[in-house]
């Protein structure tokens, strides 16, 4: 079964500082997509990135980017110059299989100190 | 204009009760999912339709019944309600079953079971 992993529960950063948000899965499929989604207090789910196993290429959105390293199966997120409305619980999430269903981790916590 | 509106945002209804929760996409997709998110903030697929026809059926247990009279729209219903069934419930659509497809999700329905 594929399973993904978030081994902080919750992370703080300073404004305008870098943080890296750490995520591990485990899958036997050879074409799956890796997912980020945000979600601040009001709840609502947001994909901030996205990543095909088969590009090599890190993918990136403006201040968000990832770190892929597939041999290892980890899919970390850095985000740069950090704004108060960065804080949110974030998501790793891993979307393979005939039925294409969507598995999250159980989430990351940030915070944002001004 | 919400690409994908639930109703109602917040319902607290007693144990034992029937209840549905109605969601409605306008963005044209084709594949539709309901999410629970419970109390430590676990996401986890319940059900999804494409074409108004079940792909996924998550070990949801049967007093779970969802209904997709058209696509546009996947209805959850739930009978019986035991405290357990308090979470937050999120509705979300995708353009067709595409891995690398964006999953937008609705704004959640948090039910709260006395």
């Known amino acids: 079964a594929q399973t993904v992993t978030q081994s902080q529960p919750e992370m703080s950063v300073q404004e305008a500082e870098t943080v890296t948000l750490s995520c591990t899965y485990d899958?036997?499929?050879?074409?799956?997509?890796l997912f980020w989604y945000k979600q601040p207090p009001s709840r609502q789910m947001i994909l901030v990135i996205r990543?095909?196993?088969?590009?090599?290429q890190n993918a990136t959105e403006n201040r968000f980017s990832v770190n892929f390293q597939k041999a290892a199966k980890s899919f970390s997120l850095k985000i740069s110059d950090s704004q108060l409305g960065d804080a949110a619980m974030y998501f790793c999430?891993?979307?393979?299989?005939?039925?294409?269903?969507?598995?999250f981790g159980k989430g990351t916590l940030l915070t944002v100190n001004p | 204009d919400t690409a994908v509106s639930q109703t109602p945002k917040y319902l607290v209804t007693q144990m034992g009760n029937d209840k549905s929760i109605k969601c409605e996409q306008n963005?044209?997709?084709?594949?539709m999912y309901w999410y629970k998110q419970d109390s430590k903030k676990f996401l986890k697929i319940m059900f999804s339709y494409n074409n108004k026809e079940l792909i996924i059926n998550e070990t949801v247990p049967n007093r779970f019944s969802p209904k997709s009279p058209d696509k546009a729209h996947l209805n959850l219903h739930i009978n019986s309600l035991e405290l357990g069934d308090s979470a937050v419930y999120f509705c979300?659509?995708?353009?067709?079953?595409?891995?690398?497809?964006?999953?937008?999700f609705g704004e959640g329905s948090w039910l709260t079971v006395v």
């Open positions: 963005l044209g997709h084709d594949t």
């Open positions: 990543q095909e196993a088969y590009k090599q």
């Open positions: 899958t036997s499929e050879s074409d799956y997509y």
């Open positions: 979300a659509s995708s353009q067709e079953r595409g891995l690398g497809n964006t999953i937008y």
């Open positions: 999430a891993y979307r393979a299989g005939l039925n294409y269903k969507l598995t």
